[in-house]
Structure formats: C-alpha cells, structure tokens
C-alpha cells in the first residue's frame, strides 16, 4: 500500500506550533520520496517539503524555510512536517504525497506526485 495517511491538522493562533504526522509503508520509506504540500482556497496546490529516501536530502520551499522541519521515522513509517512559528498565510489543507521519482521547481518537490492523502487542514488564526 503507498496511499499516505495524514493527521495533525487542527486551528492555531500566529506564532504557534503544529506537528503533521504522514504514516506510508515501510517500501514508501526506501524507495519513494515524500513530499508535504498544502492548497489554500482559490489557489494552486504548492509544494511545501519533501524528503528523497535513501539519504533522507530535505527540500523547503522560501516561505517556510527556517520554520518548517521535515523528518522520518523509519521504525514508526512516518513522515512529520514540523511547523513552528505559524503565520495566518499557513491556513491551508496540507496534503502528503509519494512517488518514485521528483523534480525540483524553486527550490521544491513539485506537486506532481502519484499517490495523495486526503489532507488534513491547518488554520492559523487570532
């Protein structure tokens, strides 16, 4: 099975922190990147980090670099999207994906990936 599973979405005021969990199969983890990315309302589907398998390289897209943190746990087959200092432009559904392959566009996985999540929203609110 490679059909991610998200959890950890949830509302947060400015300056909060938000940890998403991607639970994926223990092959997902060897051989597949995978990637978060989020879809605000009447936007396109951006990417926001992705992690390659084997050496584990991270990629941020600018406006969460410095803030957001992606990692994984083998033993747990998960993938987590640290969130720290969260901003209202944040508030969006938050999608992971995997795939085999990727390319980069800015700095990026692009959201060109096979296999999705359902999502799971944050909102980052007063």
């Known amino acids: 099975q490679v059909q991610p599973v998200e959890s950890g979405g949830g509302l947060v005021q400015p300056g909060d922190s938000l940890r998403l969990s991607c639970v994926v199969s223990?092959?997902?983890?060897?051989?597949?990147?995978v990637g978060w990315f989020r879809q605000a309302p009447g936007k396109e589907r951006e990417g926001v980090s992705c992690?390659?398998?084997?050496?584990?390289?991270?990629y941020y897209a600018d406006s969460v670099k410095g803030r957001f943190t992606i990692s994984r746990d083998n033993a747990k087959n998960t993938v987590y999207l640290q969130m720290n200092d969260l901003k209202p432009e944040d508030t969006a559904t938050y999608y992971c994906a995997t795939d085999s392959s990727f390319s980069i566009v800015r700095g990026v996985c692009a959201p060109l990936f096979e296999y999705w999540g359902q999502g799971t929203l944050v909102t980052v609110s007063e």
């Open positions: 223990a092959f997902t983890l060897d051989t597949f990147v």
């Open positions: 992690i390659s398998s084997g050496d584990g390289s991270t």
